[in-house]
């Protein structure tokens, strides 16, 4: 029988630490590394299987209407072609995730310039290359004309999700009562995922059963959301994505990729494999929506918050739920009685918005913690201590308690760490020769979700450990940290642990979405070592809290047994499962944290340096030190592109995307970011697993951003309110 747990109440016997044996937390290298580095580690367009086809998309090369015909025969024609295919079903949603929304239903409709309209199959992957090119396709005209413009007056505007709206009180009131009040309105541009590894999946059929290699972020959910494609049962599709080189939200669901190749290898009868370029990842996978955001914010004399207004636009195609939820951590960070938060769509022709690295909180903060920068500027008061005298009791919004709360703890530590009273009041107070030199600081907030989760744990006979999940590593850690939940709690040194992922055929994980992987995933694995623990206790007819496992020998009270012993032949299974319950409801959870930036900023050409960064976090549990620390650094050079560089460039003309490629989309590279800094505010939150561990992943991109722009006010005084910063509007 499952070890379930739902959590319905927090979960304070701290059994992690209890262990004691040094393992959890450490900062361990990743397992997979070294196969990683040499080349070994298969990601999704690798595998190489007898007898495979090579599928490649045609594009849409129009942004709208319907394709009238295609000039199949001068196409089959060409070397080594052996099919072409447009069936309708091939065009999902990869934005959605999740079986049954796919909005985008009909291949031969045109959503968008560029989307897929055919795959082309051949003997190699050079040939279908060739033949996608050569193929013609007539277009059929739209009876209306198509808007490209989320500011266009022509653009249809609809009220976002209803979740996402509060009203409460009176901001309007608040505001003119105000002794001090910002009414600012920010800016933000689209981003791309941007995961280093492009799109691919491999398709074969043995019979009626499908296995899918891909690069995928959640395979439970996938296998739902290929079957359904397909019109074929869950049990018929296994997925396999051991490695995955990125997501960041844009491999959250399943793409037109897998469902393309499934569709390809079973008429052809052999594999399939089919690879998207890295331009057709950019124009098709998905996007963030631009946001637009009006800021209010209302003060009384001592810089407290009475009211917070957070309106925003963002935009996706006619008839698709997502919405970027902008005000997610502004609905809970500060207090202030009187709120207006809301989120509008625009509906425009672009390529489908989704979610892309820290949905929400990577825009909304950025743009939240400008705004109070210059409210701390107007009250007179240092921007740290506006902060924490806004930190409310409980969430405003909700009305219920925080799970923990460690916002003001970070601000110290980072406003510590990184000497922030050395910081200059007054803008332009700091020179160096050419540069302008400021400092800035900023809030860091993500919600922290647990999501169901089984994994299955082996004990062998030999000693060693097996963990089983179909969990995904998309360059996170997870190998790592699930291994060192088991070793902890099973006395078993990190060589004899071994993790396998990436199967769908292994217990149901949650996926790596939303940063709630490592909290959940390793919850089950907790919950399957204890079923494991219990079993061993039982032998010694004792409880399992008494019993200690260390270097091989199980202890409980005065008994002792060496553990193989105890295993005696027969392997111990455990199998855990994680549910959120009645305390992931009651109290509001986030992961917190602070950044604090110095840039240099070029008085001659405008050009921003950022010299360093400061970031305090505090996630929870800290499973391993290194590789936590690694996704703070991956954050916040994520908020160095969002500051400086990131911007995706539509032509107005019909949506199409100009920059489509790491040579135009620009992603900040070694000589854009500094030495970055990390220190953890450690605690252990109760109610937000039993592991006490919460989201860190994608926190370290949630506001920092904005401490960049205040670095650049204070160093330049030019307040910019349009992101990217380029050089262009600081000159
Ligand atoms: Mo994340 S954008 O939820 O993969």
Redesign the pocket.
């Known amino acids: 029988m499952t070890n379930t747990l739902t959590m319905d109440k927090p979960d304070v016997r701290n059994r992690l630490d209890a262990m004691a044996q040094g393992i959890i937390g450490a900062p361990l290298d990743r397992p997979e590394g070294p196969l990683k580095v040499v080349g070994t580690a298969t990601y999704a367009s690798e595998w190489q299987l007898p007898d495979m086809a090579y599928g490649v998309f045609a594009r849409a090369t129009v942004p709208a209407g319907k394709v009238a015909s295609i000039d199949r025969e001068a196409v089959l024609a060409m070397p080594g072609v052996l099919a072409i295919h447009d069936d309708p079903r091939m065009l999902v949603n990869p934005a959605q995730g999740g079986a049954g929304k796919k909005p985008l239903q009909d291949i031969r409709e045109i959503h968008y310039f560029g989307q897929t309209v055919a795959l082309v199959v051949a003997e190699t992957f050079e040939q279908a290359t060739a033949a996608a090119k050569a193929l013609k396709v007539e277009y059929a005209a739209p009876d209306d004309a198509s808007v490209f413009d989320p500011e266009s007056s022509a653009a249809t505007v609809e009220h976002g999700p209803d979740t996402q709206r509060v009203q409460t009180g009176d901001l309007d009131k608040a505001m003119a009562d105000a002794a001090f009040s910002v009414d600012v309105t920010y800016t933000t541009a689209g981003h791309a ?1 941007a995961a280093m590894e492009p799109h691919a999946s491999i398709a074969s059929w043995q019979g009626d059963q499908l296995t899918l290699r891909g690069s995928l ?1 959640m395979l439970n959910y996938n296998v739902a959301e290929l079957a359904d494609s397909l019109a074929v049962g869950q049990s018929q599709v296994r997925i396999l994505s051991p490695y995955v080189g990125g ?6 669901g399943v793409g037109e990729d897998s469902v393309a190749a499934a569709i390809a290898s079973r008429e052809l009868g052999r594999p399939v494999r089919v690879d998207m370029s890295r331009q057709q990842v950019f124009e098709t996978v998905m996007r963030r929506s631009e946001t637009r955001q009006r800021l209010r914010l209302a003060a009384r004399a001592d810089g407290v918050l009475t009211g917070i207004g957070h309106e925003c636009l963002v935009s996706n195609l006619p008839g698709e739920q997502y919405a970027e939820p902008v005000t997610q951590a502004t609905e809970f960070l500060y207090g202030g009685e009187n709120r207006m938060l809301s989120v509008d769509v625009a509906r425009i022709v672009r390529l489908c918005a ?6 929400g909180e990577a825009v909304g903060m950025q743009a939240l913690e400008s705004a109070m920068d210059e409210l701390a500027e107007k009250v007179g008061i240092d921007p740290v201590e506006l902060r924490k005298r806004n930190i409310p009791a409980i969430d405003p919004s909700q009305g219920t308690p925080y799970s923990s709360n460690t916002l003001a703890k970070c601000l110290d530590a980072g406003a510590a760490r990184f000497g922030w009273d050395q910081r200059q009041t007054q803008t332009c107070a700091t020179r160096e020769g050419e540069w302008w030199i400021g400092m800035g600081v900023a809030s860091a907030a993500r919600v922290h979700k647990l999501v169901e989760a089984s994994a299955r744990v082996t004990l062998a006979s030999d000693g060693t450990v097996k963990v089983e999940t179909d969990m995904t590593d ?1 360059g996170t850690g997870t190998y790592a940290v699930l291994g060192q939940i088991a070793g902890e709690m099973l006395g078993t040194p990190i060589e004899k642990v071994s993790v396998c992922l990436g199967d769908s055929a292994l217990p149901a994980g949650p996926g ?5 992987g490592a909290a959940s995933s390793g919850s089950a694995v907790f919950l399957a070592c204890e079923q494991i623990r219990q079993a061993l206790a039982k032998k010694f007819q004792g409880d399992e809290e008494a019993l200690s496992l260390k270097d091989g020998i199980a202890r409980l009270g005065e008994a002792s047994a060496m553990v193989v012993d105890l295993v005696a032949g027969k392997p111990i299974v455990g199998e855990g499962t994680i549910k959120p319950g009645e305390t992931s409801k009651a109290t509001r959870q986030a992961s917190y944290g602070a950044f604090f930036a110095e840039v240099a900023v070029n008085a001659y050409t405008g050009e921003t340096r950022v010299r360093r960064m400061t970031g305090a976090f505090g996630i929870g549990r800290v499973l391993n030190e290194k590789t936590a620390t690694s996704q703070c650094y991956g954050g916040m050079t994520w908020s160095i592109g969002s500051a400086l560089t990131e911007e995706l460039a539509f032509d107005l003309r019909d949506g199409h995307l100009v920059n489509h490629d790491l040579a135009e989309y620009h992603v900040p590279v070694n000589l854009d970011v500094p030495a970055l800094e990390v220190v953890f505010v450690e605690e252990r939150d109760p109610h937000a697993s039993p592991i006490q561990a919460k989201g860190v ?2 926190l370290g991109i949630c506001g920092g951003a904005g401490a960049i722009a205040n670095a650049i006010y204070n160093a330049c005084g030019v307040r910019v309110r349009d992101f990217p910063m380029t050089l262009d509007k600081i000159i």
């Open positions: 995922s972020q997501g960041f939200g844009s491999k959250l989704g979610s892309v690295r820290a949905p998309i790596s979405g939303g940063s709630w992943g994608e």
